[in-house]
């Protein structure tokens, strides 16, 4: 199993800077893609960004492609999501999760565990 826990999320002005952790225990953290998912009020949840295993690949959507930054420290077991010039449709509950393979996932159903979700809320 895998246990993951988010922070970082909070309340902040368009134009503003936030930046989401999530810590993760329980299986060999370095082995697996992570991703950040996020879920408006009345909305699906989408991906956001993920990482595989080593950081060396990314993905991002498009809406956040130049404004967010994934990464990822290994010998901390902590990926980190990295938002820039916050727009108030940014706001929305943003969750860490886990494959359980290496490689990068995009949909939902690829991801097996998932933390609580942290609130970002962006005023205008």
């Known amino acids: 199993q895998v246990q993951l826990v988010e922070s970082g999320g909070g309340l902040v002005q368009a134009g503003g800077s936030l930046r989401l952790s999530c810590a993760a225990s329980?299986?060999?953290?370095?082995?697996?893609?992570m991703g950040w998912f996020r879920q408006a009020p009345g909305k699906a949840r989408e991906i956001v960004a993920a990482i595989n295993w080593s950081g060396g690949f990314t993905y991002y959507a498009d809406s956040v492609k130049g404004r967010f930054t994934i990464s990822r420290d290994n010998a901390k077991n902590t990926v980190y999501l990295q938002m820039n010039s916050l727009k108030p449709e940014d706001t929305a509950v943003y969750s860490c999760?886990?494959?359980?393979?290496?490689?990068?996932?995009?949909?939902?159903?690829?991801?097996?565990?998932w933390g609580q979700g942290t609130q970002v809320t962006v005023s205008s």
């Open positions: 999760a886990a494959r359980n393979v290496g490689y990068i996932g995009t949909g939902v159903n690829e991801y097996a565990y």
């Open positions: 329980g299986r060999t953290f370095s082995s697996y893609a």
